[in-house]
């Protein structure tokens, strides 16, 4: 599953679930060898601590894409982590 960051410019290794971000992200992604497997499949995408501060992981077209984090719609814990001041 999850190894490094989802950031294809970082090379971060993941080893801790509460540092960085994990999405749970449903894919179209159907292996030829498993035909008659579901076309979506949840797949896990983990941004390292450094990067879950100004990144996201998106599906678009089926296919998971990391971008830029949208400033109208902050995820609840990065409201949270606000709220206390931290950060
Ligand atoms: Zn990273």
């Keep these: 599953m999850v190894s490094k960051c989802a950031n ?8 801790y679930l509460h ?7 449903e894919t179209d992604v159907r292996h030829p060898d498993a ?18 501060r100004t990144l996201e992981v998106v599906v678009y077209r089926g296919k998971a894409l990391v971008r830029p984090r949208t400033s109208d719609a902050p995820p609840e814990d990065f409201r949270k982590r606000r709220a206390r001041g931290a950060g």
């Design 35 to 52: 035909l008659d497997s579901p076309l979506q499949t949840i797949e896990y995408f983990w941004l390292c601590e450094d990067c879950a």
């Design 19 to 25: 540092a960085g971000r994990l999405f749970e992200l």
């Design 8 to 15: 294809p410019a970082c090379s971060a290794s993941f080893r």
